[in-house]
């Protein structure tokens, strides 16, 4: 069974910056993408950022310039270094990663439990 885990959500002022952690564990082969996403209340939940592992980054214009995700392929942890907050950032930040598991041909999605981003002054 593979599970992700996520950290580092909290309250920042307008202008801060804080970084988001997901570590995926489990029976796992390869781990092809890991990617971000968010809903904020009231709204639809959206793409935020994904990263493959051959380097291909996609972002969501809103979110260009001010958002970098990350990976460590060697510890199965991904990062979204959240930089410039708005108070539009506010919402729950949920991670996900396409895995193959050990014994698997085929890739499945995984979600972790979601990080509370609250921009406030």
């Known amino acids: 069974q593979v599970q992700l885990v996520e950290s580092g959500g909290g309250l920042v002022q307008p202008g801060g910056s804080l970084r988001l952690s997901c570590a995926v564990s489990?029976?796992?082969?390869?781990?092809?993408?890991m990617g971000w996403d968010r809903q904020a209340p009231g709204k639809q939940r959206e793409l935020v950022a994904r990263?493959?592992?051959?380097?291909?980054?996609n972002q969501t214009t809103s979110v260009k310039g001010r958002f970098t995700t990350s990976r460590d392929n060697a510890k199965n942890i991904g990062y979204l270094q959240i930089n410039n907050l708005e108070p539009d950032d506010t919402a729950v930040y949920y991670c996900?990663?396409?895995?193959?598991?050990?014994?698997?041909?085929?890739?499945?999605?995984?979600w972790g439990q979601g990080a509370q981003v609250t921009v406030s002054s």
């Open positions: 489990g029976s796992i082969l390869r781990i092809h993408t």
């Open positions: 996900y990663a396409w895995v193959q598991s050990a014994g698997s041909s085929e890739f499945r999605t995984y």
């Open positions: 990263l493959g592992d051959n380097g291909d980054e």
